[in-house]
């Protein structure tokens, strides 16, 4: 059964991208993708937009995360539900 969870980022977004990215959670860095940024810059991306606004929300950023059992689904399946959940998110 697949496992989603929204995480929350409060504290340094450039620390929660290098766990995300980590190139031995995600196969070298294969797995990784993005939606209106690159990985490489995504910190400097949340840091201007933050700056830009003026809501005192103490989340900076949010970690969508999915699992699926092994076998369950394959890549290209998992990375579109993925991108759905994100643009819906």
């Known amino acids: 059964m697949a496992y989603t969870k929204i995480h929350a980022v409060k504290a340094t977004v450039h620390k929660a991208i290098a766990y995300i990215c980590s190139p ?3 196969d070298g860095s294969l797995l990784i993708s993005s939606y209106g940024c690159s ?4 910190h400097f991306d949340f840091k201007f937009a933050l700056s830009k606004t003026s809501h005192n929300d103490e989340n ?3 970690h969508l ?3 699926f059992l092994p076998g369950e689904v394959d890549f290209d399946t998992a990375h579109q539900i993925g ?3 994100a643009e819906k998110f």
């Open 24 to 26: 031995d959670k995600t």
């Open 39 to 42: 990985p490489e810059t995504a």
């Open 60 to 62: 900076k950023a949010y």
């Open 65 to 67: 995360i999915q699992s």
């Open 83 to 85: 991108m759905e959940l």
